[in-house]
Structure formats: structure tokens, C-alpha cells
T-cell receptor, first 110, second 114 residues
Framework: DQQVKQNSPSLSVQEGRISILNCDYTNSMFDYFLWYKKYPAEGPTFLIS?????DKNEDGRFTVFLNKSAKHLSLHIVPSQPGDSAVYFCAASAGNQFYFGTGTSLTVIP | DGGITQSPKYLFRKEGQNVTLSCEQNLNHDAMYWYRQDPGQGLRLIYY???????QKGDIAEGYSVSREKKESFPLTVTSAQKNPTAFYLC?????????????FGSGTRLTVV
């Protein structure tokens, strides 16, 4: 059973526009949520996080929104740049273990 | 620079052979993890260790074994009992609780059975 789901396997966006990546979860005990960015043949790198006591966290072009009632998490990238093209994983933790979604491959078209 | 080193980057194994993937970290993290990535399935937890000489099975531990004799090292052995070992393997570490700072990942090892 997948506790963290990313239902869109891929997304294409024009350079300069907004990219919105979505993530849903089922476990109400998750207390921390992260987004990771991954290039092919490399390990994921941390992008941005949010605690369950907040509903928004912003870091430069990246903003994460958390809707606890809907058990939904989203990552907004504004403006999108070609270098943002990668696979994005959302992850949720309860204790010392993270549960990962299946990833969304973002392509930013110049 | 502190980080996690996985070696080798690419590994080929004949069917029926055991193979060990190396993971070393110099971040002074207590917890270490092994994940497997398959296309369309995200990252699945194989084993994790929160302290030296202790480790727990993850969701897909069958056919794998680990050891944690030193804080810095968490090698993963893929045994001949693992039916579909071809995958991309990722090692990670964290300061507990992992939620605060997340994981630091290594660059991965791609294992191919030939």
C-alpha cells in the first residue's frame, strides 16, 4: 500500500511559467514533508521541507503548500527554468523513516 | 567535505552470485538507510539502522542482508535469493529524527544481473 502518491508521472512546462507538482498521502501521523530533486544516475538532493504545523514554506523560487485536511502537498516552482528539469519526489516522515512517492518527471521547455 | 560515498557506481553480477554494495558516510549521522529504485515505483526501503550493531528490515528486505559494525559504514549484500536484483540502489543517512533535516543521499549504485 502506497502511503505517499504522486499521480502525475510527468509534467511539461514552458520556461518562465509556473510548475505545480502534486502529492497525496494517507497517513495522518506524518509530521514532516520534503521534496527531493533527482537527476538521472544521481542520488536525490533535498529541495524544500515543511512541518505539519505549517501550511506554507517558501525558499526562493520554490514554495511548498500543505493542506492537512485534504492530505495534499504541492510544490510550486516560479519561474520555471530549464535547469529545473528533473524527477521530483515528495516524501513524508513519521519518526525516523521517510515514505516516498513514485516521482514526477518535470521537463521545462526553453 | 562531508557526504556519503557509494561504490561502485556500476556493478554487474552473474545470476547466483552474492554481491556487496558499499556505503560510507563522514557526516557523523547515526541513522543509515538502503533504498531501491525501480522505474515507476519510487524509492522502496530495504533496511535501515539507527545505531551501530542494530538494524531493521524495511518493506522489501527479502534477499538482502546488511551489517552495521561501524557508525560510518552500512554495506548491503544482494544475495542469490533476491529474484529481481537489477535496480538502482541508494544509500542515505540522517540525524534522528529524520524529519527535521531529511536524508542525505549517496550518488547510487546501478546493479545489473547478466
Amino acid at each position: 500500500d502506497q502511503q505517499v502518491k504522486q499521480n502525475s508521472p510527468s509534467l511539461s512546462v514552458q520556461e518562465g511559467r509556473i510548475s505545480i507538482l502534486n502529492c497525496d498521502y494517507t497517513n495522518s501521523m506524518f509530521d514532516y514533508f520534503l521534496w527531493y530533486k533527482k537527476y538521472p544516475a544521481e542520488g536525490p538532493t533535498f529541495l524544500i521541507s515543511i512541518s505539519s504545523i505549517k501550511d506554507k514554506n517558501e525558499d526562493g523560487r520554490f514554495t511548498v503548500f500543505l493542506n492537512k485536511s485534504a492530505k495534499h502537498l504541492s510544490l510550486h516552482i516560479v519561474p520555471s527554468q530549464p535547469g529545473d528539469s528533473a524527477v521530483y519526489f515528495c516524501a513524508a516522515s513519521a519518526g525516523n523513516q521517510f515514505y516516498f512517492g513514485t516521482g514526477t518527471s518535470l521537463t521545462v521547455i526553453p | 567535505d562531508g557526504g556519503i560515498t557509494q561504490s561502485p557506481k556500476y556493478l554487474f553480477r552473474k545470476e547466483g552470485q552474492n554481491v556487496t554494495l558499499s556505503c560510507e558516510q563522514n557526516l557523523n549521522h547515526d541513522a543509515m538507510y538502503w533504498y531501491r529504485q525501480d522505474p515507476g515505483q519510487g524509492l522502496r526501503l530495504i533496511y535501515y539502522s539507527q545505531i551501530v550493531n542494530d538494524f531493521q528490515k524495511g518493506d522489501i528486505a527479502e534477499g538482502y542482508s546488511v551489517s552495521r559494525e561501524k557508525k560510518e559504514s552500512f554495506p548491503l549484500t544482494v544475495t542469490s535469493a533476491q529474484k529481481n536484483p537489477t535496480a538502482f540502489y541508494l544509500c542515505a543517512s540522517s540525524l534522528p529524527p529524520a524529519g527535521v533535516g531529511g536524508y542525505t543521499f549517496g550518488s547510487g549504485t546501478r546493479l545489473t544481473v547478466v
